[in-house]
């Protein structure tokens, strides 16, 4: 059975549209309007083999923040919903991730529970157009609508691009390995029997 979902969101800021199969094989098609955005979820389509489509617009003439959170809550929700029940998966993921002089840690817990721990900080404000604390911004976003363990750490870093770029490769490759079929264990990966919001 393919995993996977569709997520439309519509508000007074922002519009999205996304579509997630887990199961893909790292084919994106992103238009967010945010280009460095755009090239970080490329990047994390391809590191986790996920298909990914996102179409997005925002109230750019504000800045990037809502669009950026927008598309963090659907990306998601869209993970949430293509998981479906978690029966036969690995749950737990974890990369140590190197980009040139920086190295990043990334673990996740598919637990149905939110909490995010982020601690990478960002030599400069900004890359490019992009502010840096955006990053932290989405991946709150997916983690909070996910409904998942999240912790980000940086060992060290000197460019804020290899930083952002590392955090989304390393997240990309501990999602796809907390997605995939675990050959040993086809239930729930818990011992209540459920990964639903109360586990």
Known sequence: MTRTATIRRETA?????LELNLDGSGRSQIRTGVG?????????????????RIQAEGDRQV??????????????QALRQALGTK????????????????????????????????????PAAKIGTFD???????WQAVAA????????????GRNSHHISEAIFKAAARCLR???????????????KGTLGGTA
């Open 87 to 122: 029966a036969g998966i690995r749950r737990y993921g974890y990369c140590i991730l190197p980009m040139e002089e920086t190295l990043v840690t990334v673990a996740v817990d598919l637990s149905g529970r939110y909490f995010l721990v982020f601690q990478a900080e960002f």
């Open 13 to 17: 800021e922002t519009q999205v549209e």
């Open 63 to 76: 800045d990037d923040h809502h669009t950026v959170e927008d598309v963090g809550i659907c990306l998601g």
């Open 177 to 191: 390995d907390a997605v995939a079929a675990d050959p040993r264990l086809h239930d729930i990966p818990s011992t």
């Open 145 to 156: 609508n996910a409904l998942c363990n999240l912790h980000v750490l940086l060992q060290h």
């Open 36 to 52: 460095f955005l755009d090239h970080m979820l490329e990047l994390f389509a391809r590191h986790g083999a996920f298909d990914l």
């Open 132 to 138: 840096s604390e955006l990053v932290e911004d989405f």
